[in-house]
């Protein structure tokens, strides 16, 4: 079992930056690929960036390729995602999930479909 914790969101105005943060203590959050995705109201999942388990290999979705920063720092158990240069279209629960590497697929509807999830934090960018 793997318990992730997101912080980090909030309000900001366009061209704002905010860093979300996701922690877990158990040391097998390691070996985990994690991922970032959003949820925006009446919208379905997003995926928007992720990180293999060593923290070498990060992906990111077209819409914030450029604008977001993902990171994993084994060491500390935690993976960071820095959003700079946000927009009104950034406004959406944001999630992070661990699972296996290679099991992903960008057609996964809900946070369930993840080996573990968090809860979610809210960022919202107004205009």
């Known amino acids: 079992q793997v318990r992730l914790a997101e912080s980090g969101g909030g309000s900001v105005q366009t061209g704002g930056s905010l860093t979300l943060t996701c922690t877990a203590p158990?040391?097998?959050?390691?070996?985990?690929?994690v991922y970032w995705v959003r949820q925006a109201p009446g919208k379905g999942l997003e995926w928007v960036s992720y990180v293999n388990n060593g923290g070498l290999a990060i992906f990111y979705a077209d819409s914030v390729k450029g604008r977001f920063t993902a990171s994993k720092d084994n060491a500390k158990n935690t993976v960071y995602l820095q959003m700079n240069n946000l927009k009104p279209e950034d406004t959406a629960m944001y999630y992070c999930?661990?699972?296996?590497?290679?099991?992903?697929?960008?057609?996964?509807?809900?946070?369930?479909?993840?080996?573990?999830r968090g809860q979610g934090t809210q960022v919202t960018v107004s205009s």
């Open positions: 999930a661990a699972d296996e590497g290679g099991r992903f697929s960008a057609s996964w509807k809900t946070t369930s479909d993840f080996k573990y």
């Open positions: 158990e040391p097998a959050f390691k070996s985990y690929w």
